[in-house]
């Protein structure tokens, strides 16, 4: 069995595509009331021009028993070369991170788990354990509420160096990279930050929300985000492919032309920065 990494590079080689899209259906915006339809148009639509899908697990349990089981339909339409990222921001005392380890990777089959690492690494262990599928850790946030904690200056000892927390956090994360399965999310509305966390952790993958509907640019978060060989980045973005029209017979095509549109964006920056795919054969 591959573990997560190798499947991301996969779909990203396979695909030329650092895309992910977010799975996250809002019945107040989707121009189908069936999520899990909806859902698979968006996948039928895109699957050929992305690296991974990121469902919210917070707009399906929101619905109930109806909204897991559009989530179970939901993961069941996705390509199985494709791999899919659980967004849950888990994290809690061990005995209960075993448990949502369980029902990420076991019962839902996810590929990758954003993870919050408030509560240290021994909160992580019961994810990290599971070596084939990665750990994404919550690092910089692309709310703007992120300075309140994040900014923070911090020094591990009395009188040694002071560094902001979302730092501390990168740091702490290469060392429970034992396994090869951590990655950190980091907002690509923090561009600067980004670009620190890139030169603290060269060969982690980044998970980087907040292009398009948040307000970070494409282009910044390419450049500060990709690694030497223009990989390791998953730029993920819902609202701006799920909802590029509400016309319930034009929504299928208008989410696979805004998708191209962001490859697109993406490839021209990488070709730019001299980081760009192979020519497809």
Same mark, same amino acid.
């Given at each position: ?29 989707? %121009? ?18 992305? !690296?991974?899908?990121?469902? *919210? ?14 989530? $179970?339909? &939901?993961? =069941? ?16 005392? =061990?005995? &209960? ?22 509560? #240290? ?12 599928? #990665?750990?994404?850790?919550? !690092?910089?946030?692309? *709310? ?10 911090? =020094? =591990? ?6 560094? %902001? ?35 603290? !952790? ?25 690694? %030497? ?7 993920? &973005? ?17 989410? $696979? ?6 490859? &697109? ?15 497809? %054969?």
């Amino acid at each position: 069995m591959s573990t997560f990494r190798q499947k991301l590079l996969a779909a990203m080689e396979a695909n030329h595509s650092l895309l992910c899209v977010g799975l996250d259906p809002d019945p107040s915006h989707m %121009p189908l009331r069936d999520v899990a339809a909806f859902n698979r148009a968006i996948i039928e639509a895109t699957s050929d021009l992305v !690296c991974a899908y990121k469902p *919210n697990l917070g707009f399906y349990e929101a619905g109930g028993q109806e909204g897991l089981e559009a989530l $179970r339909l &939901t993961l =069941a339409a996705v390509p199985s070369h494709i791999p899919v990222i659980g967004d849950a921001k888990r994290g809690d005392v =061990a005995p &209960t991170s075993n448990f949502y380890a369980k029902a990420a990777f076991e019962v839902w089959g996810f590929d990758a788990l954003t993870v919050n690492p408030y509560g #240290g690494g021994d909160t992580l262990e019961p994810f990290l354990a599971y070596q084939d599928r #990665g750990v994404l850790v919550w !690092c910089r946030s692309s *709310n703007p509420g992120a300075r309140e904690f994040q900014d923070l200056q911090v =020094a =591990a000892s009395a009188g040694g160096e002071a560094r %902001p927390l979302w730092e501390w956090v990168a740091l702490r994360a290469q060392v429970w990279d034992r396994n090869g399965n951590v990655g950190l999310v980091a907002g690509a509305t923090y561009p600067e930050e980004l670009r620190r966390l890139r030169g603290l !952790c060269p060969e982690m993958p980044f998970l980087v929300p907040g292009v398009g509907a948040q307000g970070g640019a494409l282009e910044k978060a390419v450049a500060a985000g990709a690694d %030497p060989q223009g990989r390791n980045l998953i730029i993920s &973005t819902s609202r701006a492919i799920l909802y590029a029209s509400r016309d319930p017979r034009g929504f299928q095509e208008a989410a $696979r032309l805004a998708a191209q549109r962001l490859g &697109t964006q993406i490839r021209q920056e990488l070709a730019r920065l001299g980081k760009g795919f192979a020519p497809q %054969p």
